[in-house]
């Protein structure tokens, strides 16, 4: 089976599950990049650190871009700082780009929009 690249933008401070997410892409043996975008950073818990070392065990690495990943990380966690244009680069050799976490819409879409 083909290993495959998969960014998951993750739109808001709440990133836990996509993180989640990235993690279980890298047990099923494909390469999980979660990119938290946009945001402050909640307290990390244990739980969450371990996801992330586990992550980066499983060779994927777990991005923030929009602002800095929070500098009091605990040990053996690692989160790459990375700016919109070199994330926009290394996105080109993603298999699949899932947006995460968007907010639902609550005004209906134009109509060219509805199709």
Known sequence: MESLKVYILIANRMYNDGIRSALGLAVENHYGYPVVMNGEFPKMSEYMAENIMWIADMEGEVLSCGTDAPE?????????????????????????????????????????CAE
Not at 81 to 88: C, H, R, V, Y
Not at 93 to 100: E, G, K
């Open 72 to 112: 009091d990380l605990p040990e053996g966690v690692e989160m790459t700082n990375i700016d919109l244009e070199a994330l926009g680069e290394r996105m080109r050799d993603a298999d699949f780009i899932i947006p995460y976490g968007l907010p639902k819409q609550t005004k209906t879409p134009p109509p060219a």
